[in-house]
């Protein structure tokens, strides 16, 4: 999909996504006592039929792998298959931290994307939410076969240094049987997730349901299931079958990265340094990496360059360093090859923290088989249309890898829901980044004709990158509110009201001169492009785990880590 990338080895849960120990939890099975023979999943989790056996939750920490008891943890039995409930049941876990204000209380359940992202790396908004809207009790599930939802995996074929979907699927199949592999799906999921509302709700309580990326199409299937269930629904950045494609993923990356260097063309500081065509500067980067000219990126070629500034291109911050680093490379002074082995250095550590990969809890397989099975185009672009849809690319490179491994991949079929929107009249709150290459604007502006009920609308957030929570910034300060979050947190306050987006003419322009702590973590030195610093933004820190922590973040929303100690001809 792009250049060095591992072909599809940690990439399939994080893709559409925006962070591992098991929590305690007492397994709730009212279902073999309740379930009559033959009857529809529908039906199951309706209010009359609903188990009157209460969940019993279990105080554990709100972070994964943390301390305290702020949150609480329950598994929820729920069928492996729906459409045999009286079949094999698996758990489904739910993380809830509860609001602190008194009175009555309103629901928020949080969908993580991936496919294949489990609901750890949400904990963090869950805390923020509650922090701000204290009436809300806000959810945190895994989707099945993530995390503590019946993990889906291939231990052995993961292990291999060269990884084979093939035989990934085929251990998977191997655990779960051939109706098994094909129970986990986004359907399925959606029916989780009803059942463990209806569950928790009380009477007349509002719910409120967010969804990003991948997560925004499970909650539209949700929708479809359960059209009258929640209060209001979020779509951040959004996603449906047939757009949010593994095998044309590539093609967005390009065209949304060639796209920013428009905005570098149109600003002076910036093109004064990559001249009025930036795309050819930075082409000539990438044939320098690939003929090993530049001493500061010695064993990094033009596919692992291709790779970082996909990375680069995800994150609002960090995308600077895309026009900075090809004009280093092909400038390449003393001082730049200097700034440059400072970067592949620092490229080259192994991440810590809660991003470290021993302690994901995302699900590789259900990515690969979820995006396989229903999200690619039906029937799939030819590779030959592929490749003529790779014309000239900057930021990928054109693998037909992709198409060969969806032929042979155990697709489940398609179900009554696939490719169809949900008729509902809850408001829906469609926001999405104008500069996403992940799902970027053109899926939303096809999406949104679906959704014309009153309040149901689309708000496009200027320069945006995936997940406009947090990445539609309107001030450098630390803290500062982003506009993706002034809109939601309206939306959740009155969900029919009018919404006040004027916050979108105050999200930022790209600052070319780029952060000083950003220089500082990548090139060693606080100017982005060598000599004095002129940057407009935040001064420099002398505490750089901010920068490393977007960092981390933007590598997880694309796929897997750059492996560039391997490559590196040096030793």
């Known amino acids: 999909m792009w250049g060095a990338m591992p072909l599809l080895r940690r990439a399939a849960s994080a893709l559409f996504a925006c962070l591992a120990l098991a929590l305690p939890g007492c397994t709730d099975d009212p279902l073999s006592a309740s379930l009559p023979s033959g009857a529809s999943p529908e039906a199951v989790i ?28 329950a598994n929820i039995t729920v069928p492996l298959d729906w459409n045999d409930p009286g079949g094999r049941r698996v758990t489904y ?32 908004l869950a805390d923020e939410v509650v922090s701000k809207a204290p009436a809300f009790d806000v959810y945190v599930p895994d989707h099945r076969g993530t995390g503590r939802s019946a993990y889906l995996g291939c231990p052995n074929a993961m292990a291999k240094r060269h990884f084979d979907p093939r035989a990934c ?17 986004t359907t399925n999921a959606a029916r989780d997730l009803g059942y463990a509302i209806e569950r928790t709700r009380a009477e007349g309580q509002e719910v409120h349901v967010y969804g990003v990326s991948y997560g925004t199409y499970l909650a539209q299937r949700y929708l479809q299931i359960f059209p009258t269930q929640p209060t209001a629904v979020t779509l951040d950045g959004v996603c449906q079958a047939g757009l949010c494609s593994y095998m044309k993923i590539g093609y967005w990356f390009d065209r949304i990265g060639k796209k920013y260097l428009g905005e570098c063309a149109a600003n002076a500081s910036c093109a004064e340094k990559l001249g009025p065509n930036p795309i050819a500067t930075v082409k000539e980067a990438l044939a320098i990496a690939d003929a090993g000219t530049c001493p500061g990126i010695a064993g990094v070629d033009a596919a692992a360059l291709r790779q970082l500034f996909s990375y680069f291109i995800a994150s609002f911050d960090l995308r600077v360093l895309i026009p900075s680093t090809a004009y280093r490379i092909v400038r390449c002074s003393p001082d730049d090859a200097a700034a440059l082995e400072h970067m592949t250095a620092a490229l080259s ?46 930021f990928t490179t054109f693998d037909a890898t992709v198409r060969d491994v969806w032929e042979s991949w155990p697709r489940y079929p398609h179900d009554e829901w696939v490719g169809k929107y949900p008729s509902s009249n809850v408001p829906i709150l469609m926001l999405n980044g104008t500069l996403d290459p992940q799902t970027p604007q053109e899926f939303a502006e096809q999406i949104a004709p679906h959704y014309a009920m009153p309040a149901q609308s689309l708000v496009l957030l200027p320069r945006a990158a995936h ?73 420099l820190d002398d505490d750089l785990s901010g920068v490393q922590v977007e960092w981390e973040r933007a590598i997880r929303a694309v796929g897997p880590r750059l492996d560039l100690a391997h490559r590196r001809r040096a030793d």
Not at 94 to 116: D, N
Not at 170 to 184: L, T
Not at 354 to 380: K, Q, R, T, Y
């Open 349 to 394: 550590r192994a991440p810590g923290g809660p991003f470290a990969p021993a302690g994901e809890l995302s699900s590789e397989v259900l990515g690969l088989h979820i995006a396989f099975s229903e999200l690619e185009e039906d029937p799939p672009a030819l590779s030959a249309d592929l490749e003529a849809l790779f014309d000239d690319p900057v």
């Open 467 to 539: 997940c406009t929570l947090t990445q539609s910034p309107t001030s450098t300060w630390p803290g500062t509110e982003t506009c993706g979050m002034n809109v939601w947190r309206q939306f959740l306050a009155a969900p029919a009201a009018a919404l006040d987006t004027s916050c979108r003419d105050r999200i930022l322009t790209h600052d070319f001169a780029g952060s000083p702590s950003i220089a500082q973590y990548f090139y060693g030195e606080p100017s982005l492009w060598g000599g004095a610093t002129t940057s407009s933004a935040a001064p």
């Open 169 to 185: 699927a085929a251990e998977a199949q191997a655990e779960w049987g051939a109706s098994g592999f094909a129970a986990f799906t």
């Open 46 to 73: 309706s209010p009359q039929a609903t188990p009157s056996a209460p969940i019993t939750w279990e105080k554990c920490p709100l972070r994964t792998g943390g301390r305290g008891t702020r949150a609480e943890c």
């Open 93 to 124: 876990f739910v993380k809830r931290l509860p609001g602190t204000s008194s009175g009555a209380h309103k629901q928020l359940w949080l969908l993580q994307g991936g496919p294949g992202g489990a609901g750890d790396t949400l904990e963090t």
